[in-house]
Every structure is written in C-alpha cells, then in structure tokens.
C-alpha cells in the first residue's frame, strides 16, 4: 500500500475556518510529515464533536519551521489559527514536552488548495492520533 494523503484532527470550532474563511495554512507541531509531498491529498479530521473525516484539500507545499510564530510572517491571515490561538497551542506542548529534551522541535506548515467539503462527516474506520496518520490506498 502507497501513501497518498494524510489526516490530522482539528477541533471543531476550528473547522469551517478551511472551507468559509479562507484559511488554507495547516500548522502543528511536526509528526507525521516525512513521507508528504506536494499534491498528495489533506483529509480533515474533525475532532471532539461530530467527529469524522469532513472534506479534504490537496497539499501545494510543505514547509518545516523553528518558530511556529514565523507563519505568520510568510502567509499572513491565511493561517487557521489566530496569533493568539497559535501562541496558547505553543504554551500546551511546551507543557506536555519532556525538560530534558534539548533538540527544539520543528513545526510542521501545510499550504493547501482545492479545498473541498464534504456533503456529510464519514466516521474512519480507525481512530486517527493526535499526531495524525498518513492515508494508505
């Protein structure tokens, strides 16, 4: 089986920003990332409530950056989260992240086109990760 795509939740309250505002600027921290590559397919996973695979987008590039802050600089307004939500997300995996790790650790930036959404959420077969997973066929 090939990878063609990947998926990576997104809470709910953040999801109609992709397919009503304009924003097609996907950034977390790095995780599942190393097998992507331009025109391979974005599957939005919708988290917490009404969860599910709810529309999909194709990857136009791939980007892995120091300091998530610095989206901003390149894509402007076209980033999903606010400065603000960005900085409390940075805030969260700091806490979460071990003290004796020295290796800061890369944050992962997805542009996006041909945004698409869905008629109605498609419940996956498996659980989908915090950290996502890669799309086989």
């Keep these: 089986m ?31 990332w190393k097998e992507l590559k331009p025109r391979m397919k974005f599957v939005f996973y919708q988290s917490r409530e009404d969860q599910g695979f709810v529309g999909e987008a194709k990857i136009k590039e791939i980007k892995l950056i120091d300091d998530p802050m610095k989206v901003f600089e390149i ?41 698409r959404k869905y008629d109605k959420p498609i419940k996956p077969k498996r659980f989908v990760p915090v950290g996502g997973q890669y799309i086989r066929r």
Excluded: C, H
């Excluded at 709910?12 to 992709?18: L, V």
């Design 2 to 32: 090939k990878i063609v795509g990947v998926t990576f939740p997104i809470p709910k309250q953040f999801m109609d920003r992709f397919f009503k505002e304009d924003k097609n600027v996907f950034v977390k921290p790095a995780t599942v």
């Design 75 to 115: 894509y402007g307004n076209r980033v999903f989260l606010t400065k603000e939500e960005l900085k409390d997300y940075v805030k969260s995996q700091e806490r979460w992240g071990r003290k004796t790790e020295k290796k800061k650790k890369k944050w992962l930036v997805i542009e996006l086109e041909d945004i």
